[in-house]
């Protein structure tokens, strides 16, 4: 318990602190929490669902924890210009683990939306919040979970009331930035009454050059026939590492879109929990990730179809080079009853040298006689015959290799449901494989 132990003093100390620069509801949960961390600790690589990511090596560093809410000295609205061609967003900040509200964007939505702070809404709204906050990430998942409901004050909160339509985007950017070693626990909260309708664009950076450490829970709760989509963007650093842990509920004829891409990270661990609970409801999890270097992705999935007539298609892809690792494990679970299910899962990944590698664990779990499921895996190489014939035709073997490469995470591209994010995704991937800095041109916090 050696790394725990950092995390369960300081929460013994400071759990004053942490309250009374958050909100009720919030601090309801962490007592519960900090039990649950206390007795489960951080996932160990001897359970089979962490065995390629060392958890506790990752929060062994003395990360600095801003417990008591100092201002960040920055404007994020003056140094971030996204440059996102067509892609006309209503953009916030959290910086580190708190919503910038000093400057907001004067968007006006629906009557009853709410887009902006966890904290500020908690305690506006105490009902809803109650009513959901917490209720999708339970702690007992895992401790990583519990440490990041023990320590979350902040985070942000897309909200829409029923019947209503969302027409812009709403883009979030999550913001790391400090001088020294640091670590924040993220929330995001979304809450889609029956019949509402929403896209969430979140992108993640690092704006400097210390080690940062980001636990990030992420709770979508999709009513009966809503739809939402939900992309995930992260652009970080090699110094960064990234544990998020995504759980979805989905009511009858709910329509949820999950898209996760990691152009540039450290170490990432993606949890996607995803619970089909109503008849008709169909999920899209589909996600990818460019690795060279030494950079690590490890993702995990669940979908669980507890009732007849749901659809779930999964697609995860990979690219490694040099001496990058991936892990894929997921896992379909159709409960019995849960007839005229639907659910298909594909991994792919490209390992481009000898020093790179590839573990993936797809599995199904069936307690229904009337179904159709499948999963597959392909781990490999890029196909020869295709770059001779390519360089026959005078393209460069470099050239060839990129063209190919762009060609293999086309599809995953394709699950995105906004044109101006697609048509940017393409270029920002030709880019990382040409080698070239990945982040958004218009980021000036990236590039100062």
């Known amino acids: 318990m050696k790394a725990e132990k950092q995390y369960i003093d300081v929460f013994t100390q400071y759990a004053d602190l942490i309250n009374q620069h958050s909100a009720d509801v919030l601090n309801a949960k962490r007592q519960d929490a900090f039990q649950t961390f206390e007795r489960l600790g951080f996932p160990s690589k001897d359970e089979e669902d962490y065995k390629y990511t060392d958890v506790a090596k990752a929060f062994a560093p003395d990360y600095g924890l801003n417990l008591n809410r100092l201002v960040i000295p920055v404007n994020p609205y003056d140094v971030f210009r996204c440059d996102v061609p067509n892609l006309s967003t209503a953009l916030y900040f959290v910086i580190n683990d708190s919503f910038y509200d000093r400057i907001a964007p004067s968007i006006e939505y629906p009557e009853g939306v709410y887009v902006g702070g966890l904290k500020n809404f908690a305690c506006q709204y105490p009902e809803i919040a109650s009513r959901y906050y917490g209720k999708a990430a339970d702690p007992e998942h ?52 029956p019949r509402s309708e929403a896209k969430l664009l979140v992108c993640s950076h690092s704006a400097d050059s210390v080690h940062f450490l980001a636990t990030e829970v992420v709770e979508i709760f999709a009513a009966e026939s809503a739809r939402f989509d939900y992309y995930d963007l ?27 891409i990691t152009l540039n990270n450290g170490l990432t661990r993606n949890n996607y929990y995803i619970d089909l609970e109503g008849e008709h409801a169909e999920t899209t ?32 892809k990979n690219v490694l080079d040099d001496r990058s690792t991936g892990a894929f494990s997921g896992r379909i679970l159709v409960k019995e009853g849960a007839q005229k299910t639907a659910a298909y899962q594909t991994n792919r990944n490209l390992v481009a040298t000898k020093e790179a590698r590839m573990y993936s664990k797809p599995q199904l779990e069936i307690y229904a006689d009337d179904v159709k499921c499948s999963h597959g895996m392909t781990t490999g190489q890029l ?14 073997p470099d050239e060839a290799r990129m063209m190919l490469s762009v060609a293999f995470t086309a599809d995953v591209i394709e699950n995105v449901r906004l044109e101006g994010l697609k048509d940017r995704l393409r270029i920002l991937i030709e880019k990382r494989f040409r080698g070239e800095l990945a982040h958004c041109s218009g980021c000036n916090v990236c590039h100062s």
Do not use: W
Not at 241 to 260: C, E, T
Not at 287 to 314: A, R, W
Not at 383 to 396: C, H, K, N, P, V
């Open 142 to 193: 895992d401790g990583i979970i519990a440490l990041n409901t023990m320590f979350a004050q902040d985070g942000f909160v897309v909200y829409v009331p029923e019947g209503v339509t969302v027409e812009k985007p709403i883009q979030l950017i999550h913001i790391f930035r400090s001088d020294v070693d640091t670590m924040a626990n993220r929330r995001v909260l979304v809450i889609m009454e």
């Open 234 to 260: 992260e652009e970080s650093t090699n110094a960064t590492s990234r544990f998020s842990s995504l759980h979805v509920k989905q009511a009858a004829s709910s329509d949820v879109l999950i898209n996760g």
């Open 285 to 316: 999890l589909c996600g990818m990730s460019v690795l060279d270097k030494e950079q690590h992705v490890d993702t995990y999935s669940f979908v669980t179809h507890s009732v007849p007539e749901c659809t779930s298609t999964e697609l995860f």
């Open 383 to 396: 196909d020869e015959s295709a770059l001779f014939y390519m360089q026959s035709r005078g393209i460069s």
